[in-house]
Protein backbone atom coordinates (compact mmCIF):
# COMPACT_ATOMS: atom_id res chain seq x y z
CA UNK A 1 0.00 0.00 0.00
CA UNK A 2 1.11 3.45 -0.74
CA UNK A 3 1.03 5.90 1.41
CA UNK A 4 -1.37 8.15 -1.09
CA UNK A 5 -4.20 5.06 -0.75
CA UNK A 6 -4.62 5.77 2.76
CA UNK A 7 -7.40 7.52 4.06
CA UNK A 8 -6.56 9.88 6.74
CA UNK A 9 -8.20 12.53 9.52
CA UNK A 10 -7.02 15.15 10.73
CA UNK A 11 -8.30 15.62 14.28
CA UNK A 12 -7.49 19.52 14.91
CA UNK A 13 -7.47 20.91 11.35
CA UNK A 14 -8.24 24.17 12.05
CA UNK A 15 -5.05 24.59 14.52
CA UNK A 16 -1.32 25.10 14.43
CA UNK A 17 -0.42 21.44 14.30
CA UNK A 18 -3.33 20.06 12.52
CA UNK A 19 -2.75 23.29 10.01
CA UNK A 20 0.45 21.86 8.79
CA UNK A 21 0.32 18.46 8.24
CA UNK A 22 -2.49 19.21 6.06
CA UNK A 23 -0.32 21.59 4.17
CA UNK A 24 2.04 18.73 4.44
CA UNK A 25 0.33 16.54 2.94
CA UNK A 26 -0.90 19.08 -0.27
CA UNK A 27 2.56 19.53 -0.70
CA UNK A 28 3.29 15.14 -1.20
CA UNK A 29 0.05 15.48 -3.28
CA UNK A 30 -2.00 12.98 -0.77
CA UNK A 31 -5.41 13.22 -2.88
CA UNK A 32 -7.92 15.95 -1.23
CA UNK A 33 -10.74 12.94 -1.63
CA UNK A 34 -9.05 10.82 0.90
CA UNK A 35 -8.89 13.40 3.79
CA UNK A 36 -11.38 13.96 6.53
CA UNK A 37 -10.62 17.79 8.61
CA UNK A 38 -12.31 17.32 12.09
CA UNK A 39 -12.21 19.93 14.87
CA UNK A 40 -14.72 21.33 17.44
CA UNK A 41 -18.44 22.01 16.81
CA UNK A 42 -17.48 25.74 16.56
CA UNK A 43 -15.59 25.01 13.31
CA UNK A 44 -18.27 21.99 11.27
CA UNK A 45 -18.92 23.33 8.13
CA UNK A 46 -16.19 25.92 7.73
CA UNK A 47 -13.90 25.34 4.49
CA UNK A 48 -10.13 25.24 4.51
CA UNK A 49 -7.93 24.74 1.87
CA UNK A 50 -6.09 22.05 0.99
CA UNK A 51 -4.09 22.90 -2.15
CA UNK A 52 -5.99 23.57 -4.70
CA UNK A 53 -9.15 22.61 -3.76
CA UNK A 54 -11.40 22.67 -0.30
CA UNK A 55 -12.05 20.14 2.36
CA UNK A 56 -14.94 21.03 4.75
CA UNK A 57 -14.65 20.78 8.59
CA UNK A 58 -16.07 17.81 10.30
CA UNK A 59 -17.07 17.75 14.28
CA UNK A 60 -14.70 15.09 15.75
CA UNK A 61 -16.71 12.90 16.89
CA UNK A 62 -17.02 8.84 17.48
CA UNK A 63 -18.63 8.22 14.20
CA UNK A 64 -16.66 10.64 11.67
CA UNK A 65 -14.15 7.65 12.33
CA UNK A 66 -15.89 5.06 9.39
CA UNK A 67 -13.46 4.41 6.61
CA UNK A 68 -10.55 6.02 8.06
CA UNK A 69 -6.98 4.23 7.54
CA UNK A 70 -5.00 6.65 10.08
CA UNK A 71 -6.12 9.45 12.32
CA UNK A 72 -3.41 12.23 13.46
CA UNK A 73 -4.89 13.84 16.67
CA UNK A 74 -3.86 17.44 17.42
CA UNK A 75 -6.86 18.59 18.98
CA UNK A 76 -5.37 18.86 22.54
CA UNK A 77 -5.80 15.80 25.49
CA UNK A 78 -9.38 15.86 26.03
CA UNK A 79 -10.35 15.27 23.08
CA UNK A 80 -7.73 12.14 22.44
CA UNK A 81 -9.10 10.90 25.90
CA UNK A 82 -12.84 11.04 24.49
CA UNK A 83 -11.92 9.62 21.27
CA UNK A 84 -8.39 8.02 20.05
CA UNK A 85 -8.95 4.59 21.86
CA UNK A 86 -12.77 5.08 20.38
CA UNK A 87 -11.16 5.01 16.93
CA UNK A 88 -8.56 2.17 17.53
CA UNK A 89 -11.48 -0.22 18.71
CA UNK A 90 -12.65 1.10 14.95
CA UNK A 91 -9.46 0.24 12.96
CA UNK A 92 -7.63 2.99 13.39
CA UNK A 93 -3.92 3.92 13.59
CA UNK A 94 -3.76 6.79 16.04
CA UNK A 95 -1.19 9.05 16.06
CA UNK A 96 -1.26 11.61 18.79
CA UNK A 97 0.19 14.70 19.19
CA UNK A 98 -0.36 15.48 22.65
CA UNK A 99 1.23 14.73 25.93
CA UNK A 100 -1.77 12.60 27.44
CA UNK A 101 -0.03 9.16 26.07
CA UNK A 102 3.80 9.96 25.81
CA UNK A 103 4.87 8.50 29.35
CA UNK A 104 2.41 5.51 28.94
CA UNK A 105 4.38 2.34 29.29
CA UNK A 106 2.20 0.40 26.67
CA UNK A 107 2.00 3.07 24.22
CA UNK A 108 5.58 4.12 22.05
CA UNK A 109 7.02 7.72 22.18
CA UNK A 110 8.58 7.90 18.77
CA UNK A 111 11.08 9.89 16.46
CA UNK A 112 11.72 7.66 13.78
CA UNK A 113 15.15 8.61 13.20
CA UNK A 114 15.65 7.79 16.84
CA UNK A 115 13.96 4.66 17.70
CA UNK A 116 11.55 4.00 14.78
CA UNK A 117 11.95 0.15 15.95
CA UNK A 118 9.58 1.02 18.85
CA UNK A 119 6.57 1.33 16.26
CA UNK A 120 6.88 -2.45 16.08
CA UNK A 121 4.69 -3.02 19.28
CA UNK A 122 2.07 -0.03 19.74
CA UNK A 123 -1.53 -1.23 20.80
CA UNK A 124 -2.95 1.09 18.40
CA UNK A 125 -1.74 4.12 19.29
CA UNK A 126 1.96 6.10 19.00
CA UNK A 127 2.75 9.01 20.39
CA UNK A 128 4.72 12.01 18.89
CA UNK A 129 7.09 13.98 21.59
CA UNK A 130 6.79 17.40 22.49
CA UNK A 131 8.04 20.27 20.50
CA UNK A 132 11.35 21.06 22.08
CA UNK A 133 11.97 17.24 22.48
CA UNK A 134 12.06 15.47 19.44
CA UNK A 135 15.34 17.72 17.92
CA UNK A 136 16.89 17.47 21.28
CA UNK A 137 16.79 13.80 21.09
CA UNK A 138 17.78 13.95 17.42
CA UNK A 139 21.19 15.51 18.13
CA UNK A 140 21.90 13.99 21.46
CA UNK A 141 21.01 10.37 19.42
CA UNK A 142 23.81 11.43 16.85
CA UNK A 143 26.76 12.24 19.53
CA UNK A 144 25.87 9.26 21.86
CA UNK A 145 27.91 6.98 19.02
CA UNK A 146 31.03 8.84 19.55
CA UNK A 147 30.99 8.56 23.22
CA UNK A 148 28.13 7.53 26.07
CA UNK A 149 26.18 10.50 27.22
CA UNK A 150 26.50 11.72 30.86
CA UNK A 151 24.30 15.01 31.45
CA UNK A 152 23.08 17.90 29.74
CA UNK A 153 21.79 20.76 30.51
CA UNK A 154 19.67 22.78 27.82
CA UNK A 155 17.67 26.10 27.87
CA UNK A 156 14.90 26.60 25.01
CA UNK A 157 13.95 29.51 22.81
CA UNK A 158 10.24 28.80 21.88
CA UNK A 159 8.39 30.20 19.20
CA UNK A 160 4.29 30.64 20.26
CA UNK A 161 2.90 28.94 17.71
CA UNK A 162 4.04 26.15 19.62
CA UNK A 163 1.08 27.45 22.02
CA UNK A 164 -1.26 27.24 19.40
CA UNK A 165 -3.10 30.19 16.88
CA UNK A 166 -4.72 31.88 19.61
CA UNK A 167 -0.60 32.50 20.68
CA UNK A 168 0.02 33.34 17.34
CA UNK A 169 -2.19 35.71 16.92
CA UNK A 170 -1.61 37.57 20.41
CA UNK A 171 1.68 38.30 19.73
CA UNK A 172 0.84 39.84 16.29
CA UNK A 173 -1.91 41.90 18.04
CA UNK A 174 0.51 43.22 21.04
CA UNK A 175 3.08 43.97 18.54
CA UNK A 176 0.98 45.90 16.35
CA UNK A 177 -0.36 47.62 20.19
CA UNK A 178 2.88 48.08 21.54
CA UNK A 179 4.30 49.62 18.49
CA UNK A 180 1.41 51.94 18.48
CA UNK A 181 1.89 53.12 21.81
CA UNK A 182 -1.31 51.65 22.86
CA UNK A 183 -2.74 49.34 25.14
CA UNK A 184 -1.38 45.77 25.54
CA UNK A 185 -3.35 43.15 26.63
CA UNK A 186 -2.82 39.11 27.03
CA UNK A 187 -5.04 36.21 27.30
CA UNK A 188 -2.81 33.25 26.45
CA UNK A 189 0.23 34.08 28.39
CA UNK A 190 0.25 35.30 32.09
CA UNK A 191 2.64 38.16 30.60
CA UNK A 192 2.74 40.44 27.25
CA UNK A 193 4.98 38.37 25.13
CA UNK A 194 5.86 40.84 22.48
CA UNK A 195 9.04 42.69 23.12
CA UNK A 196 9.37 40.19 26.09
CA UNK A 197 10.60 36.33 27.18
CA UNK A 198 8.91 34.13 29.60
CA UNK A 199 11.03 31.69 31.48
CA UNK A 200 8.16 29.74 32.07
CA UNK A 201 6.41 27.18 29.25
CA UNK A 202 3.34 25.46 30.68
CA UNK A 203 2.66 24.81 34.28
CA UNK A 204 4.90 25.34 37.72
CA UNK A 205 5.38 21.48 39.54
CA UNK A 206 6.88 21.52 43.40
CA UNK A 207 10.02 20.67 42.27
CA UNK A 208 10.33 24.10 40.75
CA UNK A 209 10.85 23.17 37.02
CA UNK A 210 7.71 23.48 34.57
CA UNK A 211 6.18 20.84 33.15
CA UNK A 212 7.34 21.16 30.01
CA UNK A 213 11.22 21.29 31.53
CA UNK A 214 10.20 18.02 32.82
CA UNK A 215 8.71 16.38 29.16
CA UNK A 216 12.07 16.84 28.19
CA UNK A 217 13.49 15.34 31.03
CA UNK A 218 11.33 11.76 30.87
CA UNK A 219 10.26 12.14 27.45
CA UNK A 220 13.87 12.20 25.86
CA UNK A 221 14.73 9.04 28.58
CA UNK A 222 11.88 7.40 27.22
CA UNK A 223 12.66 7.77 23.47
CA UNK A 224 16.67 7.22 23.97
CA UNK A 225 15.95 4.45 25.58
CA UNK A 226 18.19 5.96 28.43
CA UNK A 227 17.20 6.34 32.23
CA UNK A 228 20.21 6.92 33.77
CA UNK A 229 20.56 10.13 31.50
CA UNK A 230 20.92 13.43 33.53
CA UNK A 231 18.81 16.68 32.00
CA UNK A 232 18.59 19.75 33.49
CA UNK A 233 16.04 22.30 31.19
CA UNK A 234 15.06 25.90 31.29
CA UNK A 235 12.33 26.14 28.95
CA UNK A 236 11.52 30.10 27.91
CA UNK A 237 8.84 31.24 25.25
CA UNK A 238 10.45 34.18 23.38
CA UNK A 239 8.89 36.31 20.56
CA UNK A 240 9.43 34.01 17.81
CA UNK A 241 6.53 32.82 15.23
CA UNK A 242 7.70 30.10 14.39
CA UNK A 243 10.56 27.72 15.10
CA UNK A 244 12.12 26.76 18.57
CA UNK A 245 15.69 26.66 19.67
CA UNK A 246 17.79 25.48 21.57
CA UNK A 247 21.75 25.98 23.63
CA UNK A 248 22.52 22.80 24.85
CA UNK A 249 25.80 21.83 26.91
CA UNK A 250 26.73 18.14 26.51
CA UNK A 251 28.89 16.08 28.87
CA UNK A 252 29.98 12.72 27.88
CA UNK A 253 31.66 10.11 28.98
CA UNK A 254 35.06 10.89 27.23
CA UNK A 255 36.27 13.62 25.08
CA UNK A 256 34.65 14.18 21.62
CA UNK A 257 36.41 16.81 18.99
CA UNK A 258 34.33 19.74 17.47
CA UNK A 259 35.01 18.20 14.14
CA UNK A 260 33.84 14.53 14.84
CA UNK A 261 30.80 16.06 16.56
CA UNK A 262 29.93 18.04 13.36
CA UNK A 263 30.89 14.94 11.25
CA UNK A 264 28.26 12.65 13.12
CA UNK A 265 25.80 15.46 12.86
CA UNK A 266 25.60 16.06 8.99
CA UNK A 267 25.49 12.19 8.62
CA UNK A 268 22.49 12.22 10.77
CA UNK A 269 18.94 11.67 8.45
CA UNK A 270 17.24 15.02 9.48
CA UNK A 271 19.68 17.18 10.81
CA UNK A 272 21.90 19.87 8.68
CA UNK A 273 24.98 21.55 9.97
CA UNK A 274 25.03 25.24 9.81
CA UNK A 275 27.99 26.19 11.64
CA UNK A 276 29.92 29.53 9.82
CA UNK A 277 30.69 31.69 12.46
CA UNK A 278 33.32 33.77 9.93
CA UNK A 279 30.54 34.33 7.44
CA UNK A 280 28.00 34.85 10.32
CA UNK A 281 26.27 31.91 9.74
CA UNK A 282 24.45 29.84 12.45
CA UNK A 283 20.95 28.06 13.08
CA UNK A 284 17.69 30.64 13.54
CA UNK A 285 14.52 30.26 13.82
CA UNK A 286 13.71 32.46 10.57
CA UNK A 287 15.71 29.84 8.75
CA UNK A 288 14.58 26.67 10.21
CA UNK A 289 11.25 28.00 9.31
CA UNK A 290 9.50 26.07 6.93
CA UNK A 291 12.07 23.44 6.63
CA UNK A 292 12.33 20.02 7.53
CA UNK A 293 16.20 19.65 8.79
CA UNK A 294 17.09 20.31 12.70
CA UNK A 295 19.79 23.17 11.83
CA UNK A 296 22.53 22.51 14.20
CA UNK A 297 25.66 24.76 14.60
CA UNK A 298 27.81 27.13 16.88
CA UNK A 299 29.44 23.70 17.61
CA UNK A 300 32.12 24.29 19.94
CA UNK A 301 34.36 22.95 23.29
CA UNK A 302 32.23 23.37 26.84
CA UNK A 303 34.72 25.62 28.66
CA UNK A 304 32.77 24.67 31.73
CA UNK A 305 33.00 21.00 31.62
CA UNK A 306 35.30 18.28 31.15
CA UNK A 307 34.81 15.76 27.72
CA UNK A 308 31.88 19.13 27.31
CA UNK A 309 30.30 20.12 23.99
CA UNK A 310 28.53 23.17 23.36
CA UNK A 311 25.94 23.88 20.53
CA UNK A 312 23.05 25.39 19.82
CA UNK A 313 20.14 24.74 17.22
CA UNK A 314 16.73 25.90 15.42
CA UNK A 315 13.73 23.50 14.51
CA UNK A 316 10.80 24.13 13.07
CA UNK A 317 7.86 23.49 16.30
CA UNK A 318 5.14 23.20 13.62
CA UNK A 319 6.73 20.58 11.31
CA UNK A 320 9.56 18.38 12.67
CA UNK A 321 8.23 19.35 16.25
CA UNK A 322 4.67 17.89 15.63
CA UNK A 323 3.13 17.40 11.92
CA UNK A 324 6.17 16.19 10.26
CA UNK A 325 7.59 13.71 12.89
CA UNK A 326 4.03 12.45 12.99
CA UNK A 327 3.21 11.82 9.42
CA UNK A 328 7.24 10.32 9.34
CA UNK A 329 5.16 8.29 12.01
CA UNK A 330 2.73 6.51 10.07
CA UNK A 331 5.09 6.01 6.61
CA UNK A 332 7.64 4.05 8.75
CA UNK A 333 4.73 2.28 10.08
CA UNK A 334 3.51 2.06 6.60
CA UNK A 335 7.18 0.76 5.84
CA UNK A 336 7.76 -2.09 8.44
CA UNK A 337 3.81 -3.40 7.58
CA UNK A 338 3.12 -2.39 11.26
CA UNK A 339 -0.58 -0.20 11.03
CA UNK A 340 -2.22 -2.66 13.21
CA UNK A 341 -2.04 -3.23 16.92
CA UNK A 342 0.92 -5.87 17.76
CA UNK A 343 -1.30 -8.51 18.80
CA UNK A 344 -3.62 -8.32 15.26
CA UNK A 345 -0.38 -8.95 13.30
CA UNK A 346 0.56 -12.00 11.87
N1 LIG B 1 1.87 23.82 18.12
C1 LIG B 1 2.91 23.01 18.24
O1 LIG B 1 4.07 23.38 17.95
C2 LIG B 1 2.72 21.62 18.75
C3 LIG B 1 3.82 20.77 18.76
C4 LIG B 1 3.68 19.46 19.26
C5 LIG B 1 2.45 19.05 19.71
N2 LIG B 1 1.38 19.91 19.68
C6 LIG B 1 0.11 19.41 20.20
O2 LIG B 1 -0.89 19.49 19.19
C7 LIG B 1 -2.15 19.74 19.80
C8 LIG B 1 -2.78 20.96 19.15
O3 LIG B 1 -1.94 22.07 19.37
P1 LIG B 1 -2.00 23.37 18.46
O4 LIG B 1 -0.81 24.15 18.83
O5 LIG B 1 -2.21 23.01 17.02
O6 LIG B 1 -3.32 24.11 19.03
P2 LIG B 1 -4.36 25.11 18.33
O7 LIG B 1 -3.71 25.89 17.26
O8 LIG B 1 -5.00 25.83 19.45
O9 LIG B 1 -5.43 24.13 17.64
C9 LIG B 1 -6.31 23.34 18.40
C10 LIG B 1 -7.15 22.47 17.47
O10 LIG B 1 -7.93 21.58 18.27
C11 LIG B 1 -9.29 21.68 17.87
N3 LIG B 1 -10.19 21.41 18.99
C12 LIG B 1 -10.28 22.09 20.16
N4 LIG B 1 -11.28 21.56 20.92
C13 LIG B 1 -11.81 20.53 20.22
C14 LIG B 1 -12.85 19.61 20.45
N5 LIG B 1 -13.57 19.62 21.58
N6 LIG B 1 -13.12 18.68 19.49
C15 LIG B 1 -12.42 18.65 18.35
N7 LIG B 1 -11.42 19.51 18.05
C16 LIG B 1 -11.12 20.44 18.97
C17 LIG B 1 -9.43 23.11 17.40
O11 LIG B 1 -10.59 23.22 16.60
P3 LIG B 1 -11.47 24.57 16.54
O12 LIG B 1 -10.77 25.46 15.55
O13 LIG B 1 -12.80 24.11 16.08
O14 LIG B 1 -11.48 25.16 17.94
C18 LIG B 1 -8.13 23.27 16.61
O15 LIG B 1 -8.25 22.66 15.34
C19 LIG B 1 -1.90 19.89 21.31
O16 LIG B 1 -2.15 18.66 21.94
C20 LIG B 1 -0.43 20.22 21.37
O17 LIG B 1 0.16 19.79 22.57
C21 LIG B 1 1.49 21.18 19.21
Known amino acids: MNSNDLNIAIVGATGAAGGTALGILAERGHPASKITAMASERSAGRKI ?16 FDGVDVALF ?4 LVSRRLAHKAVEQGVFVIDKGSIFRMDPTIPLVVPEVNGEDIE ?3 GIVSTPNCTSTPFVMVLDALRNLSPLKAVTVATYQSVTGTGVAADDELMEQSRAASAGGVVSHAVYPHQIAFNVLPHVDDFLENGYTKEE ?3 L ?3 RKILHDDRLLISATCVRVPVRI ?9 FESPISVEDASRALSDYTGV ?3 DDPSRNEYPMPLDAAGKDDVLVGRIRKDTAHE ?3 ALWLSCDNLRKGAALNALQIMDEALRRNALKPATQRV
Not at 243 to 251: A, F, P, T
Request: proline fraction near 2%; charge should be negative.
Open 49 to 64: QYGDSELTVVQADHSA
Open 218 to 220: NES
Open 243 to 251: SHSESLQIE
Open 272 to 274: KVV
Open 74 to 77: AAGG
Open 307 to 309: NGL
Open 121 to 123: WHP
Open 214 to 216: QKM
